[in-house]
């Protein structure tokens, strides 16, 4: 293991307001994090990796999200969820039981219907993947955790850091062309990325200015920043 999870990041036009909207979906509180970006802080979570950092970016949303979350409903439906301000995108229907919803910018994601004795709200962080199973394996070479493999998917349990239930990898053909409008951070275990660059990571970006971290992609080119361990004494 070199790093572990540590947060969400979700990119938004407006931080508040979709830090509101998402606050409202998770049963959470709105912080101040500064320079007009808000951090979601959900009421009942067991980890503080379970926040999501809600940051103003200039540049509008474009194609479908490649990265999102599953919720577990805590009702048969996602009627209170509608009524938080999400919007329908598709219904459940054949062989798939959950719905896709949009947030008020558009990105979607997955609710799943109530199960008896389940825990409502986050289950599972997708990620588009043209090869799942390399990606789950590269994810948990740097995490650790177990992999596991489906038709066109693969999924990794257990990683450090990780507050959910599993990390999925689904399978599509299209190769992705734009910056992830949802992304991860990741606590390294040293003060530099040089094992993450070493295990196939690209770095992007430098820390500049105030910022502690460095940006990086991983082999399918999603984005995620990487910092160095918390200081001691």
Known sequence: MIARFKELCLDAADPLALGGFWARVLDADVADAGDGDTRVDPR???SPAESIWVNRVPEPRVGLSRVHLDLRLCDAD???????????????????????LADPEGNQFCVL???????????????????PAAQAAWWAG????????GPNTSSLHGAAG?????????????????????????EMTAPEPTALLAAGATLLREPVDRARWWVLADPEGNEFCAFAPPTTG
């Open 44 to 46: 009942n979570a067991r």
């Open 78 to 100: 996602p009627a209170a969820l509608l009524a938080a301000g999400a919007q329908s995108v598709r219904e459940p229907g054949g062989d798939v039981r959950r719905w896709v």
């Open 113 to 131: 219907p109530a199960v008896d004795e389940a825990r409502p709200g986050p289950v599972e962080l997708v990620v588009a993947a043209l090869d």
């Open 142 to 149: 740097l995490l650790g955790g177990t992999t596991g493999s």
């Open 162 to 186: 990780f507050p959910w239930q599993a990390w999925v990898f689904d399978g599509v053909d299209e190769p992705k062309t734009v910056k992830n409008r949802m992304h991860w951070d990741v």
